[in-house]
C-alpha cells in the first residue's frame, strides 16, 4: 500500500457481534480496517477478517489483526489502545484515523475512546446501532 496517499483507516475492537463492526467498514469504506483483538475475542476477530474478504471485497494484507488487547485493566486498556494509535500513525501517516468505538468491552470502549478523541490525527468516532442499523457520529474532528 503507498502510504503518501491520503486514506482511511478504521480501527475497531472485536466483539462477539461482528455486524458491530461490519456496518461501519461496509459503509465507511476504508483503505485499511484494523482490529485489536483480546484472546477472548481472537476467533470472533477471525471471523471477521474472513468476512470482509469474502464479502467486503478487502484484500487480506487491508485488514490487520492486533493481538494482545487486555479484556480488562483501565490502564492496560490504555496503554494498549495509545501504543496502537502511535503505530498507526507511524505506519499510515497522513491516513484519516477513525475509530468504530462499538466492540469490546465497556472497559475497552471508555479507554479507547479517552485515547482517540485527545489526537487531533482522529478525524472521527462511530458507533453502531445495530438493534436500528444505524451509524452514529458520536464525535466529529474538523480540520482548521
Known amino acids: 500500500m503507498n502510504t503518501t496517499d491520503c486514506g482511511t483507516v478504521m480501527v475497531c475492537i472485536a466483539t462477539q457481534q461482528n455486524a458491530a ?7 465507511v469504506r476504508p ?6 483483538v483480546s484472546e477472548e475475542m481472537k476467533a470472533r476477530g477471525d471471523a471477521l477478517k474472513q468476512w470482509l474478504q469474502k464479502h467486503g471485497d478487502f ?13 480488562h485493566g483501565v490502564n492496560r486498556i490504555t ?3 495509545l501504543n496502537l494509535l502511535i503505530d498507526l500513525k507511524d505506519q499510515w501517516s497522513g491516513y484519516r484515523l ?7 468491552n465497556k472497559l475497552m470502549t ?3 475512546v479517552n485515547v482517540f ?3 487531533e490525527d482522529v478525524e ?5 446501532d445495530t438493534d436500528n442499523n444505524e451509524l452514529e457520529v458520536i464525535e466529529p474532528k474538523f480540520s482548521s
Not at 463492526?21 to 459503509?27: A, D, Q, S, Y
Not at 487480506?60 to 489483526?65: A, K, Y
Request: hydrophobic letters at 45%; charged letters at 15%.
Open 21 to 27: 463492526n461490519i456496518l461501519p467498514v461496509m459503509t
Open 31 to 36: 483503505d485499511v480496517v484494523v482490529v485489536a
Open 59 to 71: 484484500q487480506p494484507e487491508h485488514i490487520v489483526l492486533k493481538h494482545d488487547l487486555p479484556s
Open 79 to 81: 496503554d494498549y489502545a
Open 98 to 104: 477513525i475509530l468504530n468505538a462499538t466492540g469490546g
Open 110 to 112: 471508555l479507554a479507547f
Open 117 to 119: 478523541r485527545q489526537d
Open 124 to 128: 472521527k468516532i462511530l458507533y453502531t
